[in-house]
């Protein structure tokens, strides 16, 4: 098969230095393809670009009812976060009314995203824990699963423990293909991974965003986390972040998540399209550039999301001095 298209490059200088090439869909959810490029049906790794599919399962053990998710929490089960203080204060939350604690999270920790939270952290000599774990909403929404489902919590982020195979079963729906163990791997925050084909997660966004082909319950549990993601961005990514800069600027129409080695996926809301896309080298700023060139044409944006998704489809690249130096840059879109 013919080598997928070149939607990014970077610029050093005058030279063209990268070529990133990528596969991208846009999909309504009856199936019917309004845009693409490259390879869509190759299998790909959703990573965190799915987390809003898996979460679906905190609706499907009524942990919601049971435990009375905020809207807040409910944003932060679909973040890939910085770190920052107003995520790790909704994260602690949840698990405190839940009777456990940081220590119950099997993401593991890490330093914040963000550098101002990780300068305060020095500052106060503290070590990050799991609450600064990008992951630990998601997390923190699992272990409200596992209680709601009587499960033992310890072990939930292995594939065989029924918290797992509820998320399976939820992205299963929502995509309408089968997760099989012959296309899984584990993710950076432990928990398994499925490939499935790029088309499949585009629908599953179209799904998602228009209720079509899903239950009554999971198309309301699927509009409550899209609204929860799109009305408090802030909590999904943090300060300076794209995806929370993407989603703030289409007030709601657009559902935009970034997922590890070049995955980006989503919903223009309001068309009733869902995305996903795909750089094939994995580098997380081709992958920044290449969606925010595709919502460019196909979002219609107005005069003010059009200046936001520029300067994320033409980032600068600078030296340790600061100059600027090149440029990744979106193209063939």
């Keep these: 098969m013919d080598a997928n298209p070149i939607l990014a490059e970077t610029v050093r200088g005058n030279w063209v230095e990268n070529r990133h090439r990528g596969a991208f869909a846009i999909i309504d959810a009856d199936g019917i393809i309004i845009a693409s490029a490259g390879d869509i049906e190759r299998s790909i790794f959703p990573r965190s670009a799915i987390k809003s599919m898996q979460a679906l399962a905190i609706f499907a053990r009524h942990a919601d009812t049971q435990f009375h998710h905020s809207a807040e929490e409910l944003a932060l089960a679909c973040s890939s976060h910085n770190g920052e203080d107003f995520h790790v204060e909704v994260a602690a939350g949840l698990l405190g009314r839940l009777g456990l604690s940081e220590a119950d999270l099997e993401c593991g920790a890490h ?41 033992p919590t310890a072990g939930y982020a292995n594939r065989e423990h029924a918290v797992q195979q509820q998320v399976r079963a939820s992205v ?18 432990s928990i398994p991974t499925y490939a499935a ?59 935009q998540k970034y997922g590890a080695d070049g995955v980006q ?65 979106s193209v063939g879109f």
């Excluded at 070590?127 to 630990?136: E, G």
């Excluded at 009305?231 to 129409?253: C, E, K, Q, W, Y």
Aim: net charge positive; aromatic share 4%.
């Design 265 to 329: 996926c989503g919903a223009i809301r309001d068309k009733g399209w869902g995305y996903a896309l795909k750089c094939d080298d994995g580098n997380v700023l081709a992958a920044h550039a290449m969606v925010a060139g595709m919502l460019l044409k196909f979002a219609e944006p107005d005069a003010d999301q059009r200046a936001v998704l520029e300067t994320i489809a033409h980032q600068s690249i600078r030296s340790v001095r600061g100059d600027v130096v090149g440029e990744m840059r």
């Design 172 to 189: 299963e729906a929502v995509i309408g293909e089968p997760l099989t163990e012959a296309k899984c791997g584990t993710d950076g925050c």
């Design 111 to 151: 330093q914040p995203i963000n550098a101002a939270a990780r300068a305060a952290l020095r500052a106060l000599g503290a070590k990050p824990s799991t609450l600064h774990n990008a992951c630990s909403g998601k997390h923190s929404g699992m272990l409200s699963v596992s209680l709601a489902m009587g499960e």
């Design 197 to 255: 084909p790029l088309r499949a997660f585009a629908r599953g966004f179209a799904r998602m965003a228009t209720g079509t082909g899903l239950t009554p319950e999971m198309g309301a549990a699927a509009k409550r986390l899209l609204d929860a993601a799109t009305s408090l961005p802030h909590l999904v990514g943090g300060t300076d972040h794209a995806d929370t800069r993407i989603m703030a600027a289409f007030n709601g129409r657009v559902m």
